[in-house]
C-alpha cells in the first residue's frame, strides 16, 4: 500500500530569465549614446537675446557680444575673435549680441566684421 503525504511537492517553478546580457546591453547602449552625443560649448558670457519673431536658430558656432562689448567667438577673444569669426567655414556668420548692447557699439562690430571679409551676418534674437 502506498503512503500519501499531507504535504504536496512545492510546484516548480519555471527557470528565470538572465539579466546580466540585458544591462550589458543598457550600458552599452548607454556608453554608444554618450560617446556620440555632441555637447554644444557654453556661452563665454550670458547674453539676454533679444526679442523678434523668425526662425529658430539651428547653428552651433556664433560670435558672442556681451552688453558691455566683449567679443568671443570659440576660445578667442576680443579682436582676435573678429579676424577668427569673419574667416569662419560656410554659411552666414551667426551674431549673438545681448539685447542691453548699444547699437552704436553693434554698428562699430558689424563695420570691423565687413573690413575683415565676412559677408554675411544673422543677429541672433529670441522668439517672442
Do not use: C, Y
Amino acid at each position: 500500500m502506498r503512503r500519501r503525504t499531507l504535504i504536496s511537492p512545492r510546484p516548480r517553478r519555471p527557470p528565470r530569465e538572465p539579466v546580466v546580457p540585458m544591462i550589458n546591453v543598457v550600458f552599452l547602449l548607454l556608453i554608444f549614446f554618450l560617446m556620440t552625443a555632441q555637447i554644444s560649448p557654453s556661452a563665454p558670457f550670458d547674453i539676454d537675446l533679444p526679442r523678434a519673431v523668425g526662425e529658430e536658430d539651428a547653428g552651433d558656432a556664433a560670435l558672442h557680444v556681451s552688453a558691455r562689448g566683449a567679443i568671443a567667438f570659440d576660445q578667442a577673444r576680443g579682436d582676435a575673435a573678429l579676424a577668427l569669426a569673419a574667416q569662419h567655414g560656410t554659411g552666414p556668420l551667426r551674431l549673438q549680441a545681448d539685447a542691453a548692447l548699444p547699437a552704436a557699439t553693434l554698428a562699430r562690430i558689424l563695420a570691423q566684421l565687413s573690413d575683415l571679409g565676412a559677408s554675411e551676418v544673422e543677429i541672433v534674437t529670441e522668439a517672442q
